[in-house]
């Protein structure tokens, strides 16, 4: 932590914003229902064809090979759960790092507020149900953020880069992973 004065909102008890982030966890397991019912659509299709292209030629080919890797654990067929079980836990695991990269900057009450409204957005239920790489790049530019939070409040300029840098490695998944770190920077 930074020396000198907290803001007013660090002095909170942790238990609200604890009790918001259980309730944003329950709810944020909606990602998982239903989640192989419905056929796949065509950018879910691409992903899956495109996931067998020379690695040279593709734009980010950790989320790729990250597809082909969950297609080979659930058994190697690709069928819609197995193509879209990685971006549901991808965006599942964004909520309680929401919480953790936001906490020091605006307090356990306001951090578990964001994880609740992550957990149930529409368009994060979306991009969780959906075989392609947002929620990848979601969760490096939360974990990204989480770390630049931390080290401009410690005046630890490493930690800063370091978290612009995680920020950054979502360009592996989706070039808009280099827009969030810009703006971290």
Partial sequence: RASG????????????????????LVLGLLRFVRLGEWSLWFDEVLTWGDSHDSPDGLVNPVG????????????????ELSLRLLPAVAG?????????????????TRSGMAALLLAVSAWELQWSQTARFYTFVQ???????????????????????????????????HLQGALVAAALL
């Fill in 5 to 24: 004065p907290l803001p007013a909102f660090e002095a909170e008890s942790s238990r609200a914003g604890l009790g918001l982030l259980l309730a944003a």
């Fill in 64 to 79: 790729y090979w990250l597809v082909r890797q969950a297609v080979e654990w659930t058994g190697g067929e690709p069928t």
């Fill in 92 to 108: 599942y695991l964004a909520i309680p790092l929401a919480y953790w990269a936001f906490r020091p900057l605006a307090g356990s």
């Fill in 139 to 173: 969760l490096t530019s939360v974990a990204g953020a989480g770390f630049t939070i931390r080290g401009l409040l410690a005046g630890r300029w490493p930690v800063v880069v370091a978290g612009v840098l995680v920020a950054a490695s979502g360009v592996m998944f």
